[in-house]
């Protein structure tokens, strides 16, 4: 692979990498913010590992996409950054106006993202990114010192004469609590070298504020014993100041040798290390590097601790911990460094996790599964030619192998639709806020398994049924309140797996479908008469917008009321061979019902014959099997253990002609298919059992056929049509309460 093929690669990944990065931000930024405007909300949505999380998801993008030179996106996503490690830092209150600038930025930067995929390279510091960047800077200015920090009075050292020092209260309530706690044991010979210790304490306060001073006397001894170039006093220093550990111990430089010096955070800033290092990106540091970087331990403390650690293992004794090293001489606190030996665990483990997951082309998946099916295939026509005992067995036993492939393989196209799902989130929030609806979206079975390509596929049917329920169905909050009902509607998301199917349902507890409004509009287009609008029934009343052009809408917006839209729908989940109908009811709500095959690639199916012609049915949907005799009466209903189970003759449906079956003493078989609630019963001629079937798509010329969805490929090589229950059923049901309606009446 060439260099530049490598890069190809590269970028490739970091796209990929960088979508779903997005993708977790957004979702991140939607839970972050306060609902209903209450403060305790507030407080719960500033979970720290929450916010870090989005922190670290910003920070890698702007990482990779230095390493590529794509310096646009670097410079953006800096000032995203600078935000949330403000909001990190306490020191920007969360409200909604702030996390919709965040989602802002956050969709500037998915089409800078997008831009790189599909051109190549990406326009940045256009006019709207100027103007964004703008807003996020001033976002970063808290007004009137927002930011309270609580009082919290420093614990110094143990020592004999040690008190704690004061904390002088501020201005807008705020207490100036010290950064750091100098410890200083200076030498006995200090004076005695030139080094007066009062001159390096007022050199330290060109570097901050000393907040508290304690001097230390307990060295001092009697007068007569004292020496004038001796120096006898320590300090414990509560000092306030932006500089590094690194800096301030750059002032006492000339005095280490002989002298004590401790600069440690204080006690009050324990929890900000710790914070700090919870947020470090995920990178492979070992424990001294990361209280380094963080400025905690300065570099030479790391290294007189790991010389302590190396004389100990040259003497044979049994060596101490570098962190217990490090708290023993005091150079850190013991929180600090719990808190970088759980970082280094959670990255161990992350990465042990990430090793397991192996990112695949879907071309390649495709190719396997495509190779499965094959075998399925020739495993089934192996099984016909196998004439003797051991060969029955040998291919019994490859059946067995090969249904385990396609199971395994066919999972691994398999993903929760909980991720499709939670990108509604962000479109109920901006939509209801533009109608000035007041609308919680509901998920249910986030952790509902389908193939990909499904996945894919319904994203948009679903984007317009959950747009219509907003614009349509849930009335705004002031018509809610009148009909006393509460002011926030719901919209619901719910998946679930149904009868070898996923049931996917979009409800509200809207207004619910206008009957009469959808039957005049009907009559209008000259859909229906006036009279057959009369006696209609609800599902069919409802199927009607599905019509092409049909829309209910007084005016066209920017959602709706353009007549395109649920036709589209229907026909794009028919593609997949799914279904959809409605259930509705006036001011309570509407409920849309989704049914689409778990896969679209391979299936356990059930042949039947008919006309002398093999068909398969989704065994998933077959209930049982029984005899039909042929002096039973030709009705479009049997009785079945006190149900009435509606029938339909395939032969019939399909316009099939067959002597031998024409003949009255021909007997037949009932299939009780079953798909939701609906039963029904296919006569067919024959049953020929079970079959594992690869699904053939028919092709553009056929894609108009009701209750064939696909077809395949037998192991004798002879093409068999797969037929698709839930319409047949649905038409068996229809048929049935059309021929009982007479008898029932008498």
């Known amino acids: ?133 703008t807003r996020l800077q001033a976002a970063q200015q808290p007004a009137g010192g927002a930011l309270v920090v609580a009082q919290q009075s420093p614990i110094a050292p143990s020592a004999p004469s040690a008190e704690a020092a004061p904390v002088t209260v501020l201005a807008h309530g705020s207490a100036l609590t010290p950064s750091w706690h100098l410890s200083l044991r200076f030498g006995a010979d200090s004076l005695r070298n030139g080094m007066d210790p009062l001159a390096f304490i007022r050199y330290l306060r060109g570097l ?126 013991q929180p600090i460094v719990q808190a970088a030996l759980d970082k280094q665990k959670q990255i161990k483990d992350k990465r042990s996790r990430d090793n397991q997951m192996l990112r695949v082309a879907a071309d390649k998946l495709d190719a396997l599964i495509n190779l499965v099916g094959e075998l399925v295939i020739a495993s089934a026509g192996n099984a016909l030619h196998a004439q003797n005992a051991s060969q029955i067995e040998a291919a019994a036993q490859i059946t067995r192998l090969v249904e385990d492939i396609r199971e395994r393989a066919l999972k691994l196209r398999m993903v929760e639709i ?65 009909r006393g009902k509460p002011a926030q509607g719901t919209l ?40 057959a609008a009369a006696a209609l029934p609800d599902a069919e009343v409802w199927a009607l917008i599905f019509e092409p052009g049909f829309s209910t809408a007084d005016a066209v917006t920017d959602l709706s009321g353009r007549g395109v839209g649920m036709d589209v729908v229907k026909r794009n989940i028919e593609a997949i061979r799914g279904s959809i109908d409605i259930q509705s009811s006036a001011g ?37 099997c029984m005899e039909f005799a042929p002096t039973q009466p030709q009705q479009g209903y049997i009785n079945l253990r006190g149900e009435v189970l509606p029938l339909l003759h395939l032969r019939e449906q399909l316009g099939l002609a067959d002597s031998a079956a024409d003949s009255p003493n021909t007997r037949s078989n009932v299939v009780v298919a079953q798909i939701g609630g609906q039963r029904a019963g296919i006569v067919v001629d024959a049953l020929l059992g079970e079959y594992q079937t690869v699904i053939k798509p028919l092709g553009a010329l056929f894609a108009h056929l009701q209750g064939i969805s696909g077809s395949t490929i037998l192991g004798n090589g002879e093409v068999a049509l797969i037929l698709d229950a839930a319409p047949l059923i649905s038409r068996a049901s229809r048929s049935a309460q059309g021929r009982q309606a007479p008898a029932l009446s008498n």
Do not use: W
């Open 208 to 333: 901050g504020e000393i907040v508290g001073l304690v001097t230390l006397t307990d060295a001092l001894p009697p007068l007569d014993a004292m020496d004038a170039e001796t120096s006898y006093l320590g300090f414990e220093i509560n000092f306030k100041s932006e500089a590094s550990k690194e800096e301030i111990a750059a002032v006492f430089e000339f005095v280490q040798e002989d002298s004590t010096i401790r600069i440690l955070p204080a006690h009050s800033r324990i929890a900000d290390y710790v914070q700090l290092i919870r947020s470090l990106p995920e990178d492979d540091l070992r424990l001294g590097d990361i209280l380094v970087q963080i400025g905690t331990l300065t570099q030479k403390e790391l290294s007189d601790a790991l010389n302590a650690q190396h004389d100990a293992q040259a003497t044979g004794a049994p060596a101490a911990p570098l962190g217990e090293i490090l708290v023993r001489e005091g150079a850190t606190h």
């Open 418 to 482: 909980g991720e499709t799902f939670a990108r509604f989130q962000r479109v109920v929030r901006d939509v209801s806020r533009e109608l000035g609806k007041d609308i919680a979206l509901v998920i249910e079975g986030a952790d509902t398994e389908m193939d990909k390509t499904l996945v894919e596929r319904i994203a948009d049917p679903l984007m317009h049924l959950v747009r219509n329920s907003i614009d349509h169905g849930i009335e705004s909050p002031e018509v809610r309140t009148a």
């Open 492 to 531: 619901k998301l719910a998946a679930r797996h149904d009868s070898g199917s996923i049931l996917i349902t979009v409800s509200d507890d809207g207004g619910g479908l206008n009957r009469e409004r959808i039957l005049a509009k009907a009559v209008e287009r000259g859909l229906i008469s006036t009279e």
């Open 1 to 133: 692979m060439s260099f530049e093929q490598q890069m190809q690669q590269a970028m490739r990944s970091f796209i990929v990498e960088a979508q779903e990065l997005l993708e977790g931000m957004e979702r991140g930024l939607m839970e972050l913010e306060p609902q209903g405007g209450a403060d305790d909300a507030i407080d719960d949505a500033l979970d720290g590992e929450h916010i870090n999380a989005l922190f670290r998801a910003a920070h890698t993008i702007k990482g990779s996409a230095g390493l590529f030179g794509l310096d646009g996106i670097v410079r953006f996503t800096h000032h995203l950054e600078s935000v949330l490690d403000q909001i990190r830092a306490g020191k920007l209150a969360v409200s909604s106006e702030l996390v919709a600038l965040l989602l802002q930025g956050r969709d500037h930067l998915a089409q800078l993202i997008d831009q790189i995929d599909s051109q190549g390279a990406c326009i940045a510091d256009t006019p709207e990114e100027q103007a964004l960047v």
């Open 588 to 624: 309570v709500g509407t409920q849309m019902h989704l049914r689409l095959p778990l896969t679209l690639a391979i299936i356990d199916g059930f042949l039947v014959q008919a006309a002398g012609r093999t068909f398969v049915l989704p065994l998933d949907a077959v209930i049982e």
